[in-house]
């Protein structure tokens, strides 16, 4: 759905008049707030299919960091192929990175951790690769990007577009008071279930996450 059309499924639902552009007024203004708010409270609560993603990284011999764009500081980072030689480069903390440069002067070699070190000036974050690419190496970086706030009226929503409606609609109501004698605490209930309802169609492509180990 279009962040208009889900402005508009949440207008019907507190008996106001659609509208034609997210901006027509300050209450529709409001309304688009809480579907931007609902929208990144479903985002956290999964690792949605459709905000999985990779990234190309294509090394410079000498450069250490690079920037993973569109990630923002909501992306997440699962984990780094190597494809050049076909090998996986494993996660280390940012001061055990730090702590191998000083021992080693920030030698070039093979690149075996990465660690995510700060942000770009986009704001986005950055990976920092021990040892420093000595060579052009392709990496891929495996991971979850969330998708930026809705700004536009077209702008398309990425994940499941009920529960994001039924989060702004209970925020609506809270606003409110309440409307047709439903709370908004009674809505929060209803549209917990709904994402819960969501996260276990959207599971099934991934059964091998729900498998739980005794340690």
């Known amino acids: 759905m279009t962040y208009l059309e889900l402005v508009n ?6 008996r106001e008049e659609e509208v034609t552009t997210v901006a027509e007024s300050d209450y529709s203004k409001l309304i688009a707030d809480f579907v931007n708010d609902a929208k990144r409270l479903v985002e956290d609560a999964w690792d949605w299919t459709a905000l999985r993603a990779t990234q190309t ?9 690079y920037s993973l764009t569109g990630f923002g500081t909501r992306g997440r980072v699962e984990y780094v192929h190597n494809e050049t030689d076909n090998n996986i480069v494993r996660l280390e903390s940012i ?19 990465y660690a995510v070190d ?48 039924n989060w702004a609609y209970a925020y609506a109501l809270r606003e409110r008071g309440e409307t047709g004698g439903e709370s908004g605490s009674e809505q929060a209930i209803f549209a917990q279930n709904d994402v819960a309802t969501a996260i276990s169609l959207d599971a099934q492509y991934h059964p091998e996450e729900l498998i739980w180990d005794t340690v």
């Open 118 to 165: 700060g942000l770009d000036a986009n704001g986005d974050i950055q990976l920092r690769l021990y040892q420093t690419p000595s060579s052009v190496k392709t990496l891929t970086v495996y991971g979850v990007k969330r998708q930026a706030d809705l700004s536009s009226d077209s702008d398309v929503l990425l994940i499941p577009s009920s529960p994001v409606i």
């Open 57 to 65: 990284i294509t090394t410079v011999a000498g450069t250490p960091l």
């Open 95 to 113: 001061a055990r990175i730090r702590e191998l440069n000083l021992g080693t002067n920030g030698a070039s070699g093979t690149i075996n951790y």
């Open 9 to 14: 499924a949440v207008m019907r639902r507190i």
